[in-house]
């Protein structure tokens, strides 16, 4: 309000479209009769139709399917004869910082920890947190390296013991609502406060790692890449996150998400998101190549094959094949694409099919290649199931120098894949 006032005193803005505007606003109150009964509405109705078990259903389901393998080495799904189990981080066991402040929730939602103690009850399951989500010189700490104090150096000690005692140590880290939020932008992707530090002492004891991610970003997790040999990104998965990560961990849940995002391999990368303009990617010898984790990427427990690829115009419209790998088709025209998904591997599991689609000649700089369409299936093992996508003119044309939205003449390559790099064209 404070810019408003001032260009009001300087005449910039007059005190008649101010008193229009309040008008507006007033008048649409009126009509909603806010003025009559502003708490309308009845809230005992309200809470019997939000927060439902059914939609508690979903909202397990919807964990489920958000969670992204990132890598897997073979270490996962873990085994439930497990003896001892080490859950550490400042994320393992976080409730209140993981709630979302948008729409009902319940208060008490299930940590990875609290998630995996109850999916084995058998099993010896401990928590220690390790280290703050962020420590208390941040985020100056980003800039350069601190030494932990006493205070720190004991919890971190604490875990690193837990973990050396362990089988199997689970570390849960990222970020949460101290760390991420409209207004939270970062001087870097690297994992905030000590948490890279406690993953690497927790490695060093020997004891085998998996990664867990609870974040609302990308994080350039170079170092937990070239050394972890498990890493699941679960985002922020709401009330049911320890339930949906502990089945995905021990495999009664098989992940198949793939990424909306592009993981870049350091800050100084950024812009490097997807779709992206010709050599926005290009190599150079004084500095990082390339991307962490594509957009699109996404891992499973099963294997999927792409093929039988096929393209055909729609509609009646007049093609014509210059060679069994080309279609024609007017500018006006569609075109339907399509091939055959096939699990090939030994378990159920979700496929994320993508088409992209690239402008090879055009009058002005366009992306690299874009995303036309994308289709989840599952497929038990051995089950194949044909996707269909249809290419329309909005697809194909773009804004050119002279500002019309047009399909120009040309030749374009499609790719269909399961990343946004992984697609032979």
């Known amino acids: 309000m404070t810019p408003l006032r001032e260009a009001v005193r300087r005449g910039l ?6 008193d229009e505007r309040v008008a507006q606003v007033l008048g649409v109150k009126f009509r909603l009769g806010l003025f009559d009964n502003p708490y309308a509405g009845d809230a005992e109705l309200a809470d019997s139709k939000v927060h439902t078990a059914e939609h508690q259903a979903v909202s397990l389901q919807a964990a489920r399917e958000s969670l992204v393998l990132l890598k897997n080495d073979g270490i996962l799904p873990l085994s439930k004869d497990i003896k001892k189990i ?16 948008y729409g009902p929730c319940n208060k008490d939602l299930c940590t990875v920890y609290e998630g995996i103690s109850a999916l ?10 390790g280290c703050d989500i962020i420590d208390k010189y ?10 932990l104090d006493a205070e720190e150096r004991a919890e971190m000690d604490a875990a690193v013991e837990l973990a050396r005692n362990s089988d199997v140590a689970i570390l849960v880290l990222g970020g949460n609502e101290r760390t991420v939020r409209e207004e939270y932008s970062r001087t870097s992707l690297d994992l905030c406060g000590r948490q890279e530090q406690l993953l690497r002492e927790v490695y060093a004891t020997g004891t085998p790692v998996v990664l867990v991610l609870v974040d609302g970003r990308a994080a350039t997790i170079n170092w937990a890449d070239d050394f972890v040999p498990g890493i699941l990104h679960a985002w922020f998965p709401g009330e049911f996150m320890g339930q949906a990560i502990a089945e995905a961990l021990f495999g009664d849940y098989n992940p198949g998400g793939h990424l909306a995002v592009t993981f870049p391999k350091t800050v100084g990368q950024v812009p490097f998101a997807f779709p ?30 792409f093929s039988d690829l096929e393209l055909n115009a729609i509609n009646g419209l007049p093609m014509g094949a210059d060679s069994e790998e080309m279609v024609t088709i007017p500018c006006d025209g569609s075109l339907k694409v399509s091939c055959r998904v096939t699990n090939t591997g030994d378990r159920e599991g979700d496929e994320v099919i993508q088409l992209y689609l690239r402008d090879d000649v055009s009058s ?7 995303l036309r369409g994308f289709e989840r299936l599952h497929l038990a093992p051995g089950e194949s199931k044909i996707v269909t996508f249809t290419l329309t003119p909005q697809d194909l044309a773009l804004w050119d120098k002279e500002g019309n939205f047009t399909v120009e003449p040309g030749t374009f390559t499609i790719y269909i894949g399961d990343s946004s790099v992984n697609t032979p064209p």
């Open 120 to 129: 084995l009850p058998e099993v010896e399951v401990q928590y220690a947190r």
């Open 86 to 101: 080490a859950v550490i981080g400042p994320n393992a066991n976080e409730n209140d910082n993981l709630i979302c402040r």
């Open 364 to 370: 002005v700089t366009t992306y690299v290649r874009v």
């Open 13 to 18: 803005i007059s005190s008649e479209i101010i």
């Open 138 to 147: 941040w985020p100056k700490s980003e800039l350069y390296h601190i030494d």
């Open 276 to 305: 992206m303009k010709p050599g926005s990617d290009s190599e150079g010898f004084a500095r990082v190549n390339g991307v962490l984790y594509p957009f699109g990427h996404g891992l499973s427990y099963t294997t999927f094959e």
